[in-house]
C-alpha cells in the first residue's frame, strides 16, 4: 500500500517533468505553425520572366542619352511612366497627404542631412530614380538595370569622344551601353540599396536595420534574406502594385489591415503576419503575445549586428578646418567621428532597441513647425498607445543630433549644403548656406542661429534573426533592467510587483516561520523527559 | 507505540493519495509561480510558465474531482465549521502541549479535525484555493477576456489576487507542516496520511456533535 502510493506521487510529479521536455522535444522536430505557413507562401517557382530584352528590337539601337533609353522602355511598357509619375519613389513626397507638406521634397525634414531644399541639394538628388535628378525624366534601369553604371559620366564620355572622332572608344561605349540596357531584372537588393543602403550620406547611416550588408548576408543576419537561407530580395516582400512598392511608413502605416494570404491574396506581403499569420508559434502563451507585441520585437534582438550605425551626430561642431582645409577624422569601426563638412559622430554596433508603442504611423515635423527647444524636439516619432486594435510594443532605433534651428521663429532650419560652389559643404557659412536654404523653401530665416537636440526614430523591421536568437522571455518579464522598462500602464510578470504585497507576505511568512520554530524550540524544552529531571 | 494507544484506519486511499498529489502540485506551482514571479531562477522563465499553466491546470481538474469525492462520501461534513472547544484547542498548543498534556479533541472517524483544523481546511478548500484556481484561470485566459465580457478585469488586480493567495498558501504550508510534527511522535500524522491508520489514545471518548 505505501509503496502503490508512493509510486502513484511519483508518477504525477514525473509527468509534470515530463510535460515540459516532451513539447521542447516536439518544437524541434516539426516547424512552428507559421513557419510552415510561410514555407508554403514562400515556395519559389523558378524563373517566371517571360521576355529577354536582348532580343528586343526596339534596344538595338544607338543611345545617345538616358531619355532616349526611357522612350524606347515606354514604347512597350507604355503605362510605367505615368504609374511611376504618382509614387513616392518620383514625387518625393507623401502619396497620403494632398500639396507638397509631407516628403523629402516638400518641408519634411529630418535629423541627418536636414532637407533636400526642394530636391535643389545635389548630393540629396543623386538618389533620384530620374536621369539627371528631378531632370530629364525616369531612369527605369535606376531599379531594373541589372549593370551597375554611372550613366551621366558614361554618356559624357560618348559625347566627348564622338567629338574627338575616336570611333573604337565611341563604339566600345555603345557596346556598354547596349549590354547595359538589356540587362534587365526584377530589382535587385543592390538596386534598391544603391540608394536606401546609402541613406543619409553614408553606408548604414540611417537605418540600423538596413546596410550594404544585406546584399550577401548570412542567415544569422537575416534568416529571410540570407544568401545561405531562403534567399529574399527586397521585392519578396516589398511587393508591388502599379509600381507603387508596399512598405513606406510616414504618416500611414505600410499596411493598414493585418491579413495573412490565407485571407487575402493579393494582399501586400509587408507584414510579417502575411505569410506567418498571427498564430505563427507552437506555444499558445507565446501566441497571446501577438495582439501586443510586433514579432520584430523579439525577433530582431539587436540591429546594426553586421555593420556598425550611426547614432548621434552633432552638427554644432561642424566647420572646423585643418590648414584652411575640410578634413575627415575616423574612429572605432573605421566609420567617420568627425568631418568638417557635417559635425561629429558616434558609431555603435549590436544596439538594443528602444521600445514604444506603435500602430504603423510615424509622425513628424516639418520645417514649418515651431518647436520648444528648451526640451529635446522629437522630429520624428512613433505613434501609437496601449489598447489601441493596431498598437503593438515595437523596436526603434532612436538617432540623436544637435541640429540648427531659428532662436527667433523657433523652427528648425534647412541649410543648403551641396549646390556648385553655393553650399555650406563649400562654403563653411552657416549664414549664408541658411538664408540660401530657407529662401529656396519660401521660409523665414531671422539670422538667430542656434542649436537644438533632437531625435529621430526609424522603426526596425530587416535583419530579422533565426528563431534560434530571438529574445528570452527574461529579457522583458525581470525586475530590473528590462528591455520594456519604460512602457507603463500595465501588469507584466516578472517585471511588476506590488512592494507592499510582496513585503507583507513575505513578512507574514517569516513570521510564521519564527512562530513554529519557537514553538518547536518550546515543546523541546519542556518535554516530558526534561520536565521528569 | 505505547499501550494507551489504538490504531483506527482514518484516511481512506482517495484521500490520501489527493492529500499527495495536491501537495506535489501545490510544491511545483509554488516553486514555478515564484520564479515567475522574480524570486529565483531555477528553470527559466519559459519553462516556469509552461509548468505553472499545465500543473496548475491539473489541479483544476483533479479538484473537481475532489469536490465529487467530497459530497458523494459526505465527507463534506468533515468541514463545518464550529466554535465549540475551539478555545479548548488553541489553550492546547499554546500551553497544554508544552506540558505534555493529551490532546483535549481526539480524532475519530466520523471527526477527523479538531475545531481550528476544521475552520483552517475549510477556508483553504472552500476560498482560498477556488479563489486562487478562478484567478489563475483568468491570467490564464487573459487574451480570451474580452471575448467573454470580461473587460472590466485589469491583469494588475488578478495578479494581485493570484499573488496574495499564493503567499496564503505558502503560509499554510509553513505551520501545516510543522502542526504535522505535533502528533505523539514527531512523524505519526506523516505516517498517518502515507499509511492511512492513526494512532488515538484508547481512552478517548468522542464526542456527541463531533461524530455528527
Known amino acids: 500500500m505505501q509503496t502503490r502510493l508512493h509510486l502513484i506521487c511519483v508518477i504525477t510529479l514525473a509527468a509534470c517533468l515530463a510535460f515540459s521536455w516532451q513539447t521542447q522535444a516536439a518544437e524541434e522536430s516539426s516547424p512552428a505553425p507559421g513557419r510552415a505557413m510561410a514555407r508554403q507562401a514562400g515556395i519559389m517557382s523558378g524563373d517566371w520572366t517571360t521576355a529577354d530584352h536582348s532580343e528586343m528590337e526596339k534596344l538595338q539601337q544607338t543611345f545617345e542619352s538616358g531619355p532616349e533609353i526611357t522612350e524606347a522602355c515606354l514604347s512597350c511598357h507604355s503605362k510605367a511612366d505615368d504609374q511611376l509619375s504618382h509614387t513616392i519613389h518620383w514625387k518625393w513626397l507623401s502619396p497620403y497627404e494632398d500639396g507638397d507638406l509631407i516628403g523629402k521634397a516638400g518641408y519634411s525634414v529630418n535629423n541627418f542631412c536636414i532637407s533636400t531644399n526642394k530636391m535643389e541639394d545635389q548630393k540629396c538628388s543623386s538618389c533620384h530614380i530620374g536621369w539627371n535628378g528631378k531632370e530629364d525624366g525616369i531612369n527605369c534601369l535606376r531599379c531594373h538595370g541589372g549593370a551597375d553604371m554611372d550613366w551621366q559620366a558614361q554618356f559624357k564620355d560618348y559625347q566627348f569622344f564622338k567629338e574627338m572622332g575616336e570611333t573604337e572608344l565611341v563604339e566600345e561605349i555603345q557596346a556598354d551601353i547596349k549590354k547595359a540596357v538589356t540587362d534587365i531584372t526584377r530589382p535587385t537588393r543592390q538596386n534598391c540599396g544603391s540608394c536606401h543602403f546609402n541613406g543619409g550620406g553614408g553606408e548604414a547611416v540611417k537605418h540600423g536595420d538596413l546596410d550594404a550588408s544585406l546584399i550577401k548576408p548570412k542567415r544569422s543576419l537575416d534568416v529571410h534574406m540570407g544568401i545561405d537561407g531562403q534567399d529574399f530580395s527586397c521585392t519578396r516582400c516589398h511587393t508591388t502594385q502599379e509600381h507603387q512598392v508596399s512598405g513606406r511608413v510616414y504618416s500611414t502605416p505600410a499596411v493598414s489591415e493585418r491579413k495573412s494570404l490565407v485571407e487575402d491574396d493579393l494582399a501586400p506581403k509587408i507584414s510579417c503576419e502575411s505569410c506567418h499569420t498571427a498564430t505563427p508559434h507552437k506555444d499558445g502563451k507565446i501566441n497571446d503575445h501577438t495582439d501586443m507585441v510586433a514579432c520584430q520585437s523579439c525577433h530582431i534582438p539587436e540591429f546594426a549586428r553586421a555593420h556598425a550605425t550611426e547614432m548621434t551626430w552633432d552638427w554644432s561642431e561642424a566647420g572646423k578646418l585643418k590648414d584652411g582645409e575640410p578634413y575627415i577624422e575616423k574612429g572605432k569601426y573605421d566609420r567617420p567621428v568627425y568631418k568638417s563638412i557635417k559635425g561629429t559622430f558616434t558609431w555603435e554596433k549590436d544596439v538594443v532597441p528602444k521600445y514604444y508603442w506603435y500602430n504603423g504611423s510615424v509622425a513628424a515635423l516639418t520645417a514649418k513647425d515651431v518647436i520648444d527647444p528648451s526640451k529635446t524636439v522629437r522630429v520624428s516619432h512613433p505613434v501609437g498607445e496601449r489598447g489601441e486594435d493596431q498598437s503593438r510594443i515595437f523596436p526603434f532605433k532612436v538617432h540623436w543630433a544637435n541640429q540648427p534651428y531659428d532662436k527667433v521663429n523657433n523652427t528648425l532650419v534647412t541649410p543648403l549644403l551641396s549646390k556648385a560652389n553655393d553650399g555650406y559643404w563649400k562654403t563653411f557659412d552657416w549664414q549664408d548656406s541658411l538664408s540660401r536654404g530657407m529662401e529656396i523653401m519660401d521660409l523665414p530665416w531671422s539670422g538667430e542661429l542656434g542649436f537644438v537636440e533632437t531625435t529621430y526614430v526609424f522603426p526596425t523591421t530587416h535583419m530579422v534573426a533565426p528563431k534560434e536568437q530571438a529574445l528570452d522571455c527574461r529579457a522583458c518579464h525581470q525586475l530590473e533592467d528590462g528591455r520594456l522598462e519604460n512602457l507603463a500602464g500595465f501588469y507584466m510578470p516578472g517585471r511588476d510587483h506590488f512592494p507592499m504585497l510582496d513585503y507583507g507576505a513575505w513578512g507574514l511568512a517569516i513570521a510564521a516561520l519564527a512562530a513554529v520554530l519557537l514553538h518547536a524550540i518550546g515543546r523541546i524544552m519542556a518535554s516530558p523527559g526534561k520536565r521528569e529531571e | ?212
Open chain 2, 1 to 212: 507505540m505505547n499501550e494507551q494507544m489504538k490504531k483506527i484506519y482514518l484516511y481512506t486511499r482517495y484521500e490520501r493519495f489527493w492529500h499527495w498529489l495536491q501537495m506535489a502540485l501545490i510544491a511545483v506551482l509554488l516553486a514555478t509561480g515564484l520564479e515567475v514571479h522574480g524570486v529565483f531562477s531555477l528553470i527559466g522563465f519559459e519553462r516556469a510558465v509552461d509548468v505553472h499553466d499545465f500543473v496548475g491546470l491539473t489541479w483544476l481538474i483533479a479538484f473537481f474531482f475532489f469536490t465529487f469525492w467530497l459530497f458523494t462520501t459526505g465527507e463534506w461534513k468533515q468541514y463545518i465549521p464550529t466554535t465549540r472547544k475551539m478555545l479548548i484547542v488553541i489553550r492546547y498548543y499554546s500551553y497544554g502541549i508544552f506540558r505534555g498534556e493529551p490532546h483535549p479533541v481526539p480524532k475519530s472517524k466520523k471527526a477527523k479535525h479538531n475545531p481550528l483544523q476544521r475552520l483552517t481546511y475549510l477556508s483553504l478548500a472552500a476560498v482560498m484555493l477556488p479563489i486562487q484556481m478562478i484567478t489563475g484561470l483568468l491570467y490564464w485566459s487573459y487574451n480570451s477576456w474580452g471575448a467573454w465580457g470580461l473587460d472590466f478585469l485589469t491583469m494588475g488586480a488578478v495578479a494581485f489576487i493570484h499573488t496574495a493567495m499564493g503567499f496564503g498558501i505558502l503560509i499554510f504550508v509553513i505551520i501545516h507542516v510543522y502542526m504535522t510534527t505535533t502528533g505523539h511522535t514527531v512523524f505519526a500524522h506523516i505516517k498517518a496520511m502515507i499509511t492511512g491508520w492513526e494512532d488515538v489514545e484508547k481512552s478517548a471518548t468522542v464526542e456527541e456533535w463531533e461524530a455528527r
